[in-house]
């Protein structure tokens, strides 16, 4: 199985809430991404491309083989911060 998904990574779980309160009410979760995520992929808004099941650390994992297309799920806490994550799709 294989999954698409984009991100957003901060320190903190407030402000991952905060930013998922901002996503809900219409923010642009890309645009998002590039101002606050503290991945890489930030600036491409957010975008880890195409990967399958394990490449990614486990608690991500989880959420993005089991979550619902199109909805952003969080936070979700790892060993690199909190996460925002919307899995994009999954084939």
Do not use: W
């Not at 957010?46 to 650390?57: A, K, N």
């Amino acid at each position: 199985m294989q999954a698409s998904a984009r991100h957003i990574l901060v320190e903190s779980e407030q402000s991952c809430n905060d930013l998922k309160t901002e996503i809900e009410s219409g923010g642009d979760f890309a645009q998002l991404a590039q101002q606050h995520s503290k991945c890489p992929s930030g600036e491409k808004g957010g975008d880890l491309g195409t990967f399958s099941r394990g490449q990614m650390v486990k608690e991500f994992d989880e959420v993005v083989f089991s979550a619902e297309v199109g909805k952003v799920q969080g936070p979700v806490k790892t060993q690199f911060g909190y996460h925002l994550i919307e899995v994009t799709s999954r084939k």
